[in-house]
């Protein structure tokens, strides 16, 4: 299947410099790529193209031998074009295999009166150039406002009065308000921006075009070269493509939805765990999972005075008139009979900020207030997680957990509902209180990382079941997610750039850990007992899950793929998968997988200055490893 743009705008806009700026990041992520010019009036390309109009006519010829003017000849340009498609189709058929930019013309005649420009395509609108705004003055009104098209309505009085009491103004007036309001009414237009210089804008818009003409589902680049790119680690010829940027105009890209920043910027989950993964900081690695000692630290110890008092301050957040909402929702805070949990995901994030202030080189006043809002995360963090654990076990028809009865057995189902969400309605609140509204988009990433990895596992496909890949993502969704976003907001708490170094180290520890958790998590339903496990063994399998464990012994054992078809359904199937687990090196293998992730969050670690709270991260990987319930 070929993919590929039609680039669309007016004069001036930037097509060809867009084309030219395209082409040079798609090679650089390896991607094959062809340049056809279907603009006849462009006769200033800054790249060579693979299929050019003007091979087939001239504009200046169509103009004299018709006697037309330009507009007139451009149209009969593409009239001849469309005459003689087999040209056009010719030249797309000797690039089958490249992904192709095609530059359109810009005279907007064409679209208005020429039916074989009249595309039905996905678009992406892009407002090109915005690194010469500046240049133009102070806008109107902020650049969110001409992006999102906010009530355009407002933009008629500064029309009037830079037109004035004309009889053009007064003739248009009407027209300017009608095509206002029809814009506002269906929300027709939204933009994004660009900067074709920027490597990280460049690769903004292309993550939106992928998922518009259907390439990130069909097609996988090197999963090692995409950041790379953006990062601005590849040679970018920017005086080839500076040379031909000039004005500030609106370019269309006939491919892709709107792209725009709302207050939670649209994500998907392929491409944030794509994205953590091709950031690799093995070049930081200061001490081996495998091969040195654990640092001689208690990460639990180090965060005591913190994790003390978790309990009491959750309370006194979840105080109600209900009591059967305050104390299915307190149960697992020190109101129910049941074993506290872990609490890794507190001790993480406190550590972490910890860190991330020494990192910051804070004041002492900076680093205390820091401090506070730490253990306000540390609290949001453990509220989030529990309402989760709430809800999956009312999902997943669970009678213990935590070597206690589940709070839906102990009270109704409808009760367990509700106190889970009366958990992340006051973790929201709190989050709220925060005060640092990048830190409430990360964690609301979380929440929706946790519902996605829910649906996944609810309506898998049997293909999808019998993907390492797919188990990866699920298991970042509903384990590691909410520990990475965490780890990312108290490293912006510590007044780390979104950017910068420290951030992406605190979300890659949060990522890597979280999954290399969960791996063990998974080992632990085959090797662990109930008792220690404080819910029941092979409890994954019972719920028609597969898991590292299956899916490595399939290699092995080719009769584990029709138990993991058939969700272990079958009486006798749980017993017969962990036979034939247990016979292969599925357990081996999931170690391994667990190791090379808690090795992956150590390297993040390294990346961190040398501290106490840096050797509690690395020492709580080693826990990882070797824990047993």
Same mark, same amino acid.
């Given at each position: 299947?070929?993919?590929?743009?039609?680039?669309?705008? &007016?004069?001036?806009?930037?097509?060809?410099?867009?084309?030219?700026?395209?082409?040079?990041?798609?090679?650089?992520?390896?991607?094959?790529?062809?340049?056809?010019?279907?603009?006849?009036?462009?006769?200033?390309?800054?790249?060579?193209?693979?299929?050019?109009?003007?091979?087939?006519?001239?504009?200046?010829?169509?103009?004299?031998?018709?006697?037309?003017?330009?507009?007139?000849?451009?149209?009969?340009?593409?009239?001849?074009?469309?005459?003689?498609?087999?040209?056009?189709?010719?030249?797309?058929?000797?690039?089958?295999?490249?992904?192709?930019?095609?530059?359109?013309?810009?005279?907007?005649?064409?679209?208005?009166?020429?039916?074989?420009?009249?595309?039905?395509?996905?678009?992406?609108?892009?407002?090109?150039?915005?690194?010469?705004?500046?240049?133009?003055?102070?806008?109107?009104?902020?650049?969110?406002?001409?992006?999102?098209?906010?009530? &355009?309505?407002?933009?008629?009085?500064?029309?009037?009065?830079?037109?004035?009491?004309?009889?053009?103004?007064?003739?248009?007036?009407?027209?300017?308000?009608?095509?206002?309001?029809?814009?506002?009414?269906?929300?027709?237009?939204?933009?994004?921006?660009?900067?074709?210089?920027?490597?990280?804008?460049?690769?903004?818009?292309?993550?939106?075009?992928?998922?518009?003409?259907?390439?990130?589902?069909?097609?996988?680049?090197?999963?090692?070269?995409?950041?790379?790119?953006?990062?601005?680690?590849?040679?970018?010829?920017?005086?080839?493509?500076?040379?031909?940027?000039?004005?500030?105009?609106?370019?269309?890209?006939?491919?892709?939805?709107?792209?725009?920043?709302?207050?939670?910027?649209?994500?998907?989950?392929?491409?944030?765990?794509?994205?953590?993964?091709?950031?690799?900081?093995?070049?930081?690695?200061?001490?081996?999972?495998?091969?040195?000692?654990?640092?001689?630290?208690?990460?639990?110890?180090?965060?005591?005075?913190?994790?003390?008092?978790?309990?009491?301050?959750?309370?006194?957040?979840?105080?109600?008139?209900?009591?059967?909402?305050?104390?299915?929702?307190?149960?697992?805070?020190?109101?129910?009979?049941?074993?506290?949990?872990?609490?890794?995901?507190?001790?993480?994030?406190?550590?972490?900020?910890?860190?991330?202030?020494?990192?910051?080189?804070?004041?002492?006043?900076?680093?205390?207030?820091?401090?506070?809002?730490?253990?306000?995360?540390?609290?949001?963090?453990?509220?989030?997680?529990?309402?989760?654990?709430?809800?999956?076990?009312?999902?997943?028809?669970?009678?213990?957990?935590?070597?206690?009865?589940?709070?839906?057995?102990?009270?109704?189902?409808?009760?367990?509902?509700?106190?889970?969400?009366?958990?992340?309605?006051?973790?929201?609140?709190?989050?709220?209180?925060?005060?640092?509204?990048?830190?409430?988009?990360?964690?609301?990433?979380?929440?929706?990382?946790?519902?996605?990895?829910?649906?996944?596992?609810?309506?898998?496909?049997?293909?999808?079941?019998?993907?390492?890949?797919?188990?990866?993502?699920?298991?970042?969704?509903?384990?590691?997610?909410?520990?990475?976003?965490?780890?990312?907001?108290?490293?912006?708490?510590?007044?780390?750039?979104?950017?910068?170094?420290?951030?992406?180290?605190?979300?890659?520890?949060?990522?890597?850990?979280?999954?290399?958790?969960?791996?063990?998590?998974?080992?632990?339903?085959?090797?662990?007992?109930?008792?220690?496990?404080?819910?029941?063994?092979?409890?994954?399998?019972?719920?028609?899950?597969?898991?590292?464990?299956?899916?490595?012994?399939?290699?092995?054992?080719?009769?584990?793929?029709?138990?993991?078809?058939?969700?272990?359904?079958?009486?006798?199937?749980?017993?017969?998968?962990?036979?034939?687990?247990?016979?292969?090196?599925?357990?081996?293998?999931?170690?391994?997988?667990?190791?090379?992730?808690?090795?992956?969050?150590?390297?993040?670690?390294?990346?961190?200055?040398?501290?106490?709270?840096?050797?509690?991260?690395?020492?709580?990987?080693?826990?990882?490893?070797?824990?047993?319930?």
């Amino acid at each position: 299947m070929v993919f590929g743009q039609v680039v669309i705008g &007016p004069p001036g806009s930037g097509k060809t410099t867009y084309c030219n700026g395209m082409r040079q990041f798609l090679e650089g992520l390896g991607r094959k790529v062809a340049v056809v010019n279907l603009d006849p009036a462009n006769d200033v390309l800054p790249c060579a193209v693979e299929a050019d109009i003007r091979d087939l006519i001239s504009l200046e010829g169509a103009a004299a031998a018709c006697e037309l003017g330009p507009n007139g000849a451009l149209v009969y340009c593409i009239e001849f074009l469309e005459a003689n498609l087999d040209w056009l189709i010719d030249a797309l058929e000797r690039l089958k295999d490249c992904y192709v930019l095609i530059d359109m013309p810009g005279q907007v005649e064409l679209y208005t009166h020429h039916d074989s420009v009249q595309l039905e395509l996905p678009q992406i609108n892009l407002l090109s150039k915005v690194d010469l705004i500046e240049s133009y003055g102070e806008l109107a009104f902020g650049l969110d406002f001409y992006t999102d098209v906010l009530d &355009p309505s407002r933009l008629l009085p500064l029309l009037q009065e830079r037109e004035g009491d004309t009889p053009f103004a007064r003739k248009h007036a009407k027209l300017n308000a009608a095509i206002a309001e029809l814009v506002d009414d269906f929300s027709l237009v939204a933009f994004g921006t660009l900067n074709i210089t920027d490597k990280q804008s460049m690769a903004r818009a292309l993550k939106s075009i992928d998922k518009a003409n259907g390439y990130c589902f069909g097609v996988v680049d090197d999963p090692n070269i995409f950041s790379t790119v953006a990062a601005g680690e590849t040679e970018w010829d920017d005086e080839r493509v500076g040379r031909f940027t000039r004005r500030s105009s609106a370019s269309r890209v006939a491919v892709a939805d709107k792209d725009r920043e709302p207050v939670v910027v649209d994500s998907t989950t392929m491409t944030t765990v794509r994205s953590l993964n091709e950031k690799s900081l093995s070049k930081f690695r200061c001490h081996s999972i495998s091969k040195d000692p654990s640092p001689d630290v208690n990460p639990f110890g180090m965060v005591a005075a913190e994790l003390s008092t978790l309990n009491g301050e959750v309370c006194a957040q979840l105080e109600g008139k209900d009591d059967d909402l305050v104390g299915s929702a307190q149960h697992f805070f020190g109101a129910g009979n049941t074993r506290e949990g872990k609490r890794v995901r507190p001790v993480i994030v406190c550590l972490m900020g910890q860190a991330a202030s020494l990192a910051a080189g804070l004041s002492e006043e900076q680093a205390a207030a820091a401090y506070v809002k730490h253990r306000e995360l540390a609290a949001i963090t453990e509220m989030i997680h529990t309402a989760s654990l709430v809800h999956d076990d009312v999902l997943d028809g669970a009678d213990t957990r935590r070597g206690g009865s589940a709070v839906h057995k102990l009270f109704t189902t409808k009760a367990a509902v509700l106190s889970g969400d009366f958990l992340l309605a006051r973790a929201s609140i709190a989050l709220a209180k925060l005060a640092h509204p990048q830190v409430v988009k990360e964690m609301a990433k979380s929440l929706e990382a946790l519902v996605q990895g829910e649906i996944m596992q609810l309506q898998s496909t049997e293909e999808e079941r019998l993907s390492l890949e797919y188990y990866l993502t699920k298991s970042y969704c509903k384990t590691a997610s909410l520990m990475a976003f965490s780890c990312k907001s108290a490293a912006l708490l510590a007044s780390h750039p979104l950017e910068s170094s420290t951030v992406v180290a605190a979300e890659k520890f949060g990522y890597h850990f979280g999954l290399a958790f969960q791996v063990i998590d998974d080992l632990l339903d085959f090797t662990g007992t109930s008792d220690t496990l404080g819910k029941p063994g092979l409890q994954d399998m019972a719920l028609g899950l597969s898991t590292a464990p299956v899916l490595y012994g399939i290699e092995e054992q080719p009769e584990l793929k029709e138990l993991v078809a058939r969700k272990f359904g079958q009486p006798g199937d749980v017993h017969r998968a962990c036979e034939l687990v247990l016979a292969s090196k599925g357990l081996q293998r999931t170690k391994e997988l667990a190791n090379f992730h808690a090795q992956a969050a150590v390297d993040a670690c390294c990346s961190l200055p040398v501290s106490k709270q840096r050797d509690g991260l690395i020492q709580l990987c080693h826990v990882v490893l070797s824990r047993s319930s």
